[in-house]
């Protein structure tokens, strides 16, 4: 397979910095998602983090919650890696 090469166009660059600025919201959401179906409330969430709700730490299995994000990063990232081998470099980038 010959090497991709990625156009260094502003076009592009805007979309992947975009892309990347979704898959972080992807990473909290999930995060904050996971937390309301382990403690029954809703905690507080950022844009760069998630906050469990008061007196949820000591409710119930909370490492879901803090799993799930890495575990939805990983999934964006092996889809990508699918695209790329499916011929569709550019889209798994």
């Known amino acids: ?5 990625i156009p260094l166009r502003g ?3 805007a979309t992947f910095i975009l892309l990347s600025l ?3 919201g992807a990473h909290e959401l999930v995060h904050h ?3 309301r179906a382990t403690c029954r409330q809703w905690g507080t969430m ?21 799993l799930a994000g890495p575990l939805t990063t990983y ?4 889809a ?3 695209l790329i081998r499916s011929g569709r470099g550019l889209a798994g980038v």
């Open 33 to 35: 998602l996971a937390a």
């Open 22 to 24: 979704v898959c972080l």
């Open 1 to 5: 397979m010959p090497p991709m090469r």
């Open 80 to 82: 990508g890696l699918a």
């Open 46 to 66: 950022t844009f760069w983090t998630f906050e469990l709700a008061p007196g949820c730490e000591a409710s119930g299995p909370v490492l879901g919650a803090t």
């Open 75 to 78: 999934a964006l990232m092996y």
């Open 11 to 13: 076009s592009w660059i």
